[in-house]
C-alpha cells in the first residue's frame, strides 16, 4: 500500500500533486491527522488486505 509513502505519492500525483498534499497535510490543523496517518501507512507491521466485491445484473 503505497497510498502515504513519498515514492507512492509522487507515482499517483506527481511531483506537483505530491507537493500540495504534503502543503496541506502539514497545516496546523490538518498535520496532527497528517502525521497519524502517515505513520500508520508506513508502519512495517501493518499489513493491509482488501476485500473485491464483484456484482453481475441479471440479464
Not at 506527481?14 to 501507512?41: H, V, Y
Request: with cysteine; proline share 5%; hydrophobic share 40%.
Amino acid at each position: 500500500m503505497t497510498l502515504m509513502s513519498p515514492r507512492g505519492m509522487l507515482r499517483d500525483e506527481g511531483f506537483w500533486g505530491t507537493i500540495i498534499i504534503i502543503r496541506n497535510g502539514l497545516q496546523k490543523e490538518n498535520r496532527a491527522m497528517f502525521k497519524k496517518m502517515f505513520s500508520f501507512f508506513n508502519h512495517p507491521d501493518v499489513k493491509l488486505d482488501y476485500i473485491a466485491v464483484c456484482s453481475k445484473k441479471p440479464s
